[in-house]
T-cell receptor, first 117, second 114 residues
Framework: AQKVTQAQTEISVVEKEDVTLDCVYE???????LFWYKQPPSGELVFLIRRNSFDEQNEISGRYSWNFQKSTSSFNFTITASQVVDSAVYFC??????????????FGKGTKLSVKP | DGGITQSPKYLFRKEGQNVTLSCEQN?????MYWYRQDPGQGLRLIYYSQIVNDFQKGDIAEGYSVSREKKESFPLTVTSAQKNPTAFYLCASSIDPSHTGELFFGEGSRLTVL
């Protein structure tokens, strides 16, 4: 069965601190995709990144970076020098297009990040 | 601007009433989705459609119905058979119907049953 675990329910940091959001996934499929989405208070989810299971390279985009480690089934997300605008709920998600009950996107329960000035 | 438009943003319903949530997209995407979000929970898939005139049940389809008569539109009806309909509903679309692509989301509709 496919599963995504975001163990951190809520995190609170002060502006300019670095913060890492953890994501652990479970799947027996060898081909899969991992995602991170941001949900600001306005409600819509915003796509941040997609990684396929064959690409373990870490990625950096501005203050955001992602660490994908197949050995630990983790896809962690780090925000460097956090800002108040980073306050949101962040979701990690897993897609296994060739397996699973329907091949749909499985979301974790989300981590609520609060960045205080 | 291209995007997903959901309406209404807030909706109140009495028990026993059906309600329909609207979702329109002008992104020319083939695939559209409806998700339900409950407090402290991830998103759960209700229905999805990979092409016009076709749709599939997701993980929690009971008590819901959809139609896909036009590429741009994917309305969701919450029927009186849905036991606990109070939730935040999100519509999404994707250019890739295989569940592996980026999803574009609307701003959601919050349904409260009185």
């Amino acid at each position: 069965a496919q599963k995504v675990t975001q163990a951190q329910t809520e995190i609170s940091v002060v502006e300019k601190e670095d913060v890492t959001l953890d994501c652990v996934y479970e799947t027996r499929d060898t081909t899969y995709y991992l995602f991170w989405y941001k949900q600001p208070p306005s409600g819509e989810l915003v796509f941040l990144i997609r990684r396929n299971s064959f690409d373990e390279q870490n990625e950096i985009s501005g203050r955001y970076s992602w660490n994908f480690q197949k050995s630990t089934s983790s896809f962690n997300f780090t925000i460097t020098a956090s800002q108040v605008v980073d306050s949101a709920v962040y979701f990690c998600a897993l897609s296994t297009p060739y397996g699973g009950s329907q091949g749909n996107l499985i979301f974790g329960k989300g981590t609520k990040l609060s960045v205080k000035p | 601007d291209g995007g997903i438009t959901q309406s209404p943003k807030y909706l109140f319903r009495k028990e026993g009433q059906n309600v329909t949530l609207s979702c329109e997209q002008n992104l020319n995407h083939d695939a559209m989705y409806w998700y339900r979000q409950d407090p402290g929970q991830g998103l759960r898939l209700i229905y999805y459609s990979q092409i016009v005139n076709d749709f599939q049940k997701g993980d929690i389809a009971e008590g819901y119905s959809v139609s896909r008569e036009k590429k741009e539109s994917f309305p969701l009806t919450v029927t009186s058979a849905q036991k606990n309909p109070t939730a935040f509903y999100l519509c999404a679309s994707s250019i890739d119907p295989s569940h592996t692509g980026e999803l574009f989301f609307g701003e959601g509709s919050r349904l409260t049953v009185l």
